[in-house]
C-alpha cells in the first residue's frame, strides 16, 4: 500500500546561478535553479514541506537580490489540486531560509513544525555585530516575527532532534549545523512500515542538486563521492554525513531523496509544464489517487 502522494511544486525560478553555490568546490560555470515546495497528500492530512517566501516586502528584496523570476503566489500553485492554502494542516519547515520559511502568512490554519534550534540560533545571529551580517544573508527578519505569531496562536510546534510518526508514517531527522544551524530533512515511510521499504525523503537544502550525492543522475549505477552543498553555516563534514544518512535510509536507492531545487527532478519523475512555466513533478501516489501530470 501506498498512504501518501508527494508532489514537487515549483514556484519561481532563477535563471542562472552559480555552480559552486550548489556543490563545494564547482568553480565555473551556472545553472538554472527552480524554487519549490512539497505537496503530501493523504485521505486525511493535506501537508507541505516549506512554504517558498512571499513576494512582497523584504522577501520581495532578497528575491530580486538573488534575481529570482516567475513567482506565483502559493493559492495559483495550489489551484491545479483545487486545493487552497487554507487547506494545509500540516507544514513541516526544513530551515528558516527566506525561500523557504518566507510564506507563513499565507497558511493561516496550518500547524507548522521546526527545530527550536533553527529558530533560536537565527535569532542569535541577528543580535550579533554587523560584521557577522553575511550569516543572514539569506534569511528575513519577518518570517521569524511571522512564526513568533504563528506560536501565540498555537500553531507553531518546536521540535529538539528527530521525531517518528508527527503524522503515521512521516519521521523527521535533525541535522544540526549544516546547510543552517537547525536544518531538518522529512523522510515519509510510504508503506508505513519502521523498516520502509517504500520510503521518500525530502532533503530541504541539505541536498540542492545530485552532485551532492555523489553523482548527475540518481540512477546512475557508479557513483562518486559526497560533495556538500556551497552554502553552509555549519560542517562540511556534518554535510557529507548527512547525505549517506539518507541514501542509507533508502537502501542506497538515491532516487528516493528528492533534491526540490535540482533542475532535472522532472526529467527523474514524470512531471508537467503549466501554462505560466512552472513545473509540477509527481514523486508517488497514494493508492487510488490519479496522476496530476497527466
Ligand atoms: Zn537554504
Known amino acids: 500500500?501506498?498512504?501518501?502522494?508527494?508532489?514537487?511544486?515549483?514556484?519561481?525560478?532563477?535563471?542562472?546561478y552559480a555552480r559552486g553555490a550548489l556543490q563545494y568546490g564547482a568553480y565555473e560555470g551556472s545553472v538554472r535553479l527552480p524554487f519549490c515546495y512539497v505537496l503530501i497528500k493523504s485521505d486525511e492530512h493535506i501537508s507541505m514541506v516549506d512554504v517558498g517566501y512571499n513576494h512582497a516586502d523584504y522577501g520581495g528584496v532578497l528575491g530580486k537580490k538573488f534575481g529570482i523570476s516567475n513567482w506565483h503566489s502559493p493559492r495559483d500553485v495550489l489551484e491545479p489540486f483545487g486545493l487552497t492554502p487554507n487547506q494545509i494542516n500540516t507544514i513541516f519547515l526544513t530551515h528558516a531560509h527566506f525561500d523557504h520559511m518566507g510564506n507563513l502568512q499565507d497558511f493561516p490554519n496550518a500547524h507548522f513544525y521546526i527545530q527550536q534550534r533553527e529558530i533560536s540560533e537565527w535569532i542569535r545571529a541577528m543580535t550579533l555585530p554587523e560584521e557577522f551580517k553575511a550569516l543572514n544573508g539569506a534569511t528575513d527578519p519577518g518570517d521569524i516575527l511571522n512564526a513568533v505569531r504563528a506560536a501565540c496562536e498555537g500553531r507553531l510546534h518546536y521540535l529538539d532532534g528527530d521525531a517518528s510518526d508527527v503524522i503515521p508514517g512521516i519521521d523527521i531527522h535533525a541535522?544540526?549545523?549544516?546547510?543552517?544551524?537547525?536544518s531538518m530533512w522529512i523522510h515519509v515511510r510510504n508503506d508505513l512500515s519502521p523498516e520502509s521499504q517504500d520510503g521518500w525523503i525530502l532533503a530541504g537544502d541539505l541536498v540542492y542538486v545530485y552532485e551532492n550525492l555523489g553523482c548527475e543522475h540518481p540512477d546512475q549505477v557508479e557513483t562518486g563521492p559526497y560533495v556538500p552543498v556551497g552554502l553552509a553555516t555549519g560542517s562540511q563534514?556534518?554535510?557529507?554525513?548527512?547525505?549517506?544518512?539518507?541514501?542509507?535510509?533508502?537502501?542506497?536507492e538515491r532516487r528516493r531523496v528528492i533534491p526540490i531545487h535540482d533542475r532535472r527532478l522532472p526529467d527523474v519523475f514524470p512531471s508537467r509544464k503549466l501554462q505560466n512555466g512552472l513545473t509540477i513533478t509527481e514523486i508517488c501516489r497514494a493508492d487510488g489517487q490519479d496522476s496530476m501530470v497527466r
Do not use: C, P
Open 175 to 182: 541535522a544540526f549545523d549544516t546547510h543552517t544551524y537547525g
Open 1 to 16: 500500500m501506498s498512504k501518501y502522494s508527494i508532489w514537487v511544486l515549483e514556484y519561481a525560478e532563477l535563471d542562472q
Open 237 to 252: 563534514t556534518r554535510l557529507i554525513e548527512t547525505s549517506a544518512t539518507m541514501v542509507r535510509t533508502t537502501n542506497g
